[in-house]
């Protein structure tokens, strides 16, 4: 993988840098420098570049106190509980956001992009931070922002994880300088945390802890058997016998229980079947009686005459209808005799129409007349104004009242300038003055608040200490400490300390010594919290005074170039008014005096403008009385068109009108006698036509419905007198609703089928009856009460005797099932004895409570090939010096080719000696975790600074060759200054000459 650019954001000390790693300084060097002095921020930049890759860093994923929180009292901004730990730490005080950006190549040629960011609430500084966000994208489609999809992701482009990463990219150089001089304990240690063996720990201690788990499941397999109790075979046939007797008696009893229950049976089904005939009885009683009733049999008539007369009631209802139609009818007609009125009389109104439109086209026709003479004046009256109004040179007077004009506007403007320029100057002097009062007011905040900065320190310390008081004290009242003191008497020595007790306290005495801390805790607190809250109120008045001067400021700057721009503004418009603004004594009246020469002239040009506008308003009143003549002449004539048309269509109307009403007269003679008052009507011949098919409508129903009566009546009276029925029993038959007819037939033929259900049930439980008497068990004439009695007591005794029987066989099932059990414990405590011995000959080998015998057994192995390949590295730098260490044994040592190859401990090397051996091994140790997609790039940190020049040209040298041998390039974080000298490409971090909380990062040559 190959880095390609690193854009950091807001990040510890860097405030913004970008990072091209295939730029022009940085794309063709195998070995590159990243330099700056002590604390300037270097490795923020490595920081950084694991952020975006794994979200987490070295020095926060490894923190030990991780998990621990920032004491909110000593913090100023809004990192309320933060852990220690965690990630979002790294961005700058008082910003907002951060963010870091990692764009890289794989070796397929895919672009990758990873970015890191987190802002606070509210984009305030003050506001509390939001949960950090990862997301990575590609050229070729990918795009995510959920955390294990990266961190798959990330894994299958690198081969390794994090841990792994920080290991063979992030050379800890400086862990292996002291793991060379370490013990073999704290070699084990270091070994651990470089190359991460704590997983064969682990396997140590899981085999321990397995073995002893195994170990305790014997013992308890070994208690359960001894536990289990079994019967005697006296006691086994005693039981049997018992249970013998017990099963013979409950025999007997239930002969007895089944005689009696089938009596008792038998005489509640006869009771049961007598009651049910008794019933029935009643019931078909009850139908017989109602089919003789006389409203039964009047519904039975009804029903078969409604049946028998269905096309005679068909006929009345057809008459009755056409009947009630000719009655409705009747007033259709008169509605139709009121149309005609109202029609007629819209004929008559058209005749008063037209006689008036007639009139008024002979008026329109004089006024045309008399308004193209008043035009021909008019027009005449305008021609004599135009000759007068040529006498005048009007553009040349309108230039000369316009530039005169200007002129007076540009010395108003000339002098509004000058004013507000002197304006501004005083705001100027004003604003001066208000912000030197204000930085001396924050000068005595600030010294107020370091006043204050230093009680919160002194306060804490104290408040620190008695805590610690405190927590000591409290250990002694503790619950186990309370146990504890309940196991020793005077005399003993105290588990807890080791001292030896004089007098074992109680409760309240031990409460009593712990109060007087607590109490000082408390009151301290109190206190710390009381400065606290006026550090926090001092500071942010001091926060708001400086933000506010520096408003202030920067006012007063805006001011100050605003008088600038309008003193250039006030000079420029004074010399197009011809008034020298910068003079000594230049005022108001200097620009008076051009004011009032220009408005002399002015005035004198006016009048004779006022004189040629007099002459031109009335050339334009006389136009617009002639095209104001000429549009009523326009106007009257389009009446005199629109009033002829109108004319000749409504005589059109009223001729097809005419011709309508007087078929209607001839259709209904009676319409001539009517009243006719003449009124407007619209649409008068469609109203006509519109009638007249009405009533042909009207006379065709007319008709038709006066033969169906007639053919009905006479169907009527025949059906009469052939089937004795009067018009009038017909006429009451058709008033039934057909509903309420069904609903009679259907509860006659429910009364009959009712009545014949009853007569087949009574028969049925007859019968019924006779079947059961022949049928008479033992003991049927026996009362029913001396029965119930005797099952009672039957059932009593066979209960009884049955739980017995039941208790002798769970005494011998659960002594069967403790024999197979015994045996099955027998075969389980083998099996686990067996697992046991397995495991304890394992533990013997490999296990422990900590787990370190398997671990440095491991660590032996892993170190063996470890120094192999440090050997290779080494002899780059060195052909006088080889590693080794004895198998099984963490113990290293040097062979020196000048010292008769001896083999001697690795303390004796010198600084540089043991610099570049301690170089060798984290060489090593990246070769050996680095995955078969790793990165490009590896960074070595410090330790340069103990090499001399032979030694360090020659480490250098090898460095550069590795690009040959393993295609990876080299940074080294260092300060030493031969190395800025010897390493061309470099990344220089240095801090900000004005803001010492922030660095600069630069990209250059040496």
């Known amino acids: 993988m190959k880095l390609k650019t690193l854009v ?105 992009t990873a970015t890191w960011e987190t802002h606070r609430a509210r984009n305030k500084a003050e506001g509390n931070l939001q949960s950090e966000t990862w997301s990575l994208a590609s050229d070729k489609g990918l795009a995510t922002d959920k955390k294990n999809e990266i961190k798959r992701h990330i894994h299958d482009l690198l081969g390794i994880n994090a841990e792994q990463f920080y290991r063979s990219v992030m050379l800890p150089q400086g862990r292996f300088a002291e793991f060379l001089s370490s013990s073999i304990n704290d070699k084990s240690e270091i070994l651990e945390s470089l190359t991460g063996t704590a997983i ?89 009686q109602k089919l003789q009733s006389d409203e039964f049999k009047e519904h039975e008539r009804l029903v078969k005459e409604w049946n028998h007369t269905s096309e005679a009631r068909k006929w009345h209802n057809d008459k009755a209808q056409a009947s009630r139609d000719l009655e409705r009818n009747r007033s259709t007609l008169a509605d139709m005799a009121g149309d005609y009125q109202r029609l007629a009389g819209g004929i008559a109104f058209s005749h008063t129409i037209i006689e008036k439109n007639k009139k008024q086209l002979i008026a ?296 309508v009403q007087d078929w209607l007269t001839a259709a209904v003679p009676e319409w001539q006698a009517l009243d006719i008052e003449p009124q407007e009507v619209d649409q ?26 007639q053919q009905c009546g006479k169907r009527l009276e025949d059906f009469g007198r052939s089937n004795d029925y009067t018009l009038e029993r017909i006429a009451e038959l058709a008033s039934y609703d057909p509903g309420t007819i069904e609903r009679i037939d259907h509860s006659l033929r429910q009364a009959h089928q009712q009545a014949s259900n009853a007569t087949a049930l009574v028969e049925a439980v007859k019968k019924r009856i006779d079947e059961h008497q022949a049928a008479k068990p033992e003991l049927w004439d026996t009362p029913a009460e001396q029965l119930e009695k005797s099952r009672i007591d039957t059932q009593a005794s066979i209960e009884d005797n049955s739980k017995a029987i039941g208790a002798c066989q769970t005494q011998l099932n659960d002594n069967d099932k403790a024999c197979k059990q015994l045996e099955h414990d027998r075969n389980i405590l083998e099996k686990l004895r067996h697992d046991m011995e397995q495991w304890e000959k394992l533990c013997n080998m490999l296990g422990n409570s900590d787990g370190k015998t398997f671990m440095k057994i491991a660590q032996s192995f892993i170190l063996g090939d470890m120094l192999n390949q440090a050997n290779y590295y080494l002899r780059m730098f060195t052909t006088r010096f080889q590693l080794e260490c004895q198998p099984g044994s963490l113990i290293i040592l040097v062979r020196d080719t000048m010292q008769g190859d001896t083999p001697l401990p690795a303390s004796n090397l010198s600084g540089g000696e043991s610099f570049m051996a301690s170089l060798a091994l984290a060489l090593a ?42 295609g990876r390039r080299v940074g080294i974080i260092s300060h030493v200054d031969v190395l800025k000298e010897r390493i061309a490409a470099q990344i220089q971090v240095t801090r900000d000459p004005g803001d010492n909380t922030r660095s600069l990062v630069k990209v250059a040559t040496r």
């Not at 409460?511 to 606290?532: H, I, N, R």
């Not at 400086?546 to 007063?556: F, K, W």
């Not at 997609?933 to 060759?961: A, K």
């Open 684 to 709: 008068l011949s469609a109203g006509f036509n519109s009638l007249k098919v009405q009533f042909t409508q009207y006379d065709s129903y007319n008709k038709q419905q006066q033969h169906v009566v």
């Open 364 to 659: 329109l026709q004089e006024k045309i007349d008399k308004q193209k003479k008043e035009i021909e004046t008019l027009t005449q009256e305008r021609n004599n104004l135009d000759n007068k109004l040529q006498g005048y040179n009007i553009a040349t007077l309108n230039n000369s009242f316009k530039r005169i004009g200007q002129q007076i506007e540009t010395t108003n403007n000339a002098r509004n300038a000058y004013r507000q320029y002197l304006e501004q100057k005083s705001l100027c002097e004003k604003k001066q003055k208000k912000l030197d009062s204000d930085k001396a007011s924050l000068k005595n905040l600030q010294q107020q608040l370091e006043t204050i900065d230093k009680q919160v320190k002194e306060k804490q310390q104290a408040h620190d200490k008695a805590l610690q008081d405190f927590e000591a004290r409290k250990l002694l009242v503790h619950d186990f400490a309370v146990e504890l003191r309940g196991m020793v008497k005077p005399g003993q020595q105290c588990p807890v300390c080791g001292h030896i007790i004089d007098k074992v306290l109680d409760n309240n005495e031990m409460q009593s010594l712990v109060a007087p801390y607590e109490q000082a805790v408390k009151k301290l607190e109190g206190e710390l919290d009381a400065l606290t809250s006026k550090y926090n109120k001092a500071d942010a008045q001091a926060r708001s005074e400086a933000s506010r001067i520096e408003d202030q400021h920067n006012e007063l700057a805006h001011a100050q170039s605003d008088l600038a721009v309008k003193l250039d503004h006030a000079i420029a418009l004074g010399k197009q008014a011809g008034v020298n603004v910068e003079a000594p004594h230049c005022d108001d009246a200097a620009f008076e005096v051009k004011i009032k020469e220009a408005k002399a002239s002015q005035q004198q040009l006016e009048a004779q403008l006022n004189k040629y506008n007099t002459l031109n308003e009335l050339k334009n009143k006389q136009q617009q009385e002639i095209e104001k003549s000429q549009n009523q002449l326009e106007k009257h004539k389009d009446q005199l068109v629109e009033l002829e048309k109108s004319t000749q269509m409504a005589e059109i109307e009223v001729k097809q009108a005419q011709n």
């Open 8 to 112: 950091i954001h807001n990040i510890a000390s860097i405030q913004d840098a970008t990072i091209h790693f295939d730029g022009p300084v940085l794309n063709n060097e195998h070995l590159f420098l990243i330099t700056g002095e002590t604390g300037s921020g270097k490795s923020t930049i490595l920081d950084c570049l694991c952020l975006a890759l794994f979200n987490e860093t070295p020095r926060t994923g490894n923190a030990k106190d991780r998990n621990a929180c920032y004491n909110y009292r000593l913090t100023h901004d809004a990192t309320n509980a933060l852990p220690v730990g965690d990630v979002r730490n790294l961005m700058r005080r008082n910003t907002t956001e951060c963010k870091v950006v990692l764009t890289f190549e794989t070796n397929d040629g895919t672009i990758y």
């Open 200 to 288: 064969y720990r682990n396997i140590g201690k899981q085999i321990y802890q397995i073995f002893r788990r195994k170990q305790g499941e014997c013992q308890t397999q070994e208690n359960r058997i001894s536990a289990n109790k079994l019967l005697q075979p006296e006691e086994i046939e005693e039981i049997n016998r018992r249970i013998a007797s017990l099963k013979a008696s409950n025999e007997q009893l239930n002969k007895l229980r089944n005689a009696v229950a089938a009596a008792l049976t038998w005489q509640v089904n006869l009771a049961k079947m007598q009651s049910e005939l008794q019933n029935h009885k009643d019931a078909e009683q009850k139908w017989q």
């Open 925 to 966: 140790l990246a070769q050996m975790n680095g995955g078969q997609h790793s990165l490009d790039t590896i960074f070595i940190d410090e330790g340069f600074g103990s090499l001399s020049d032979e030694p360090l040209n020659q480490v250098v040298e090898t460095l550069e060759r590795l690009y040959q041998l393993d």
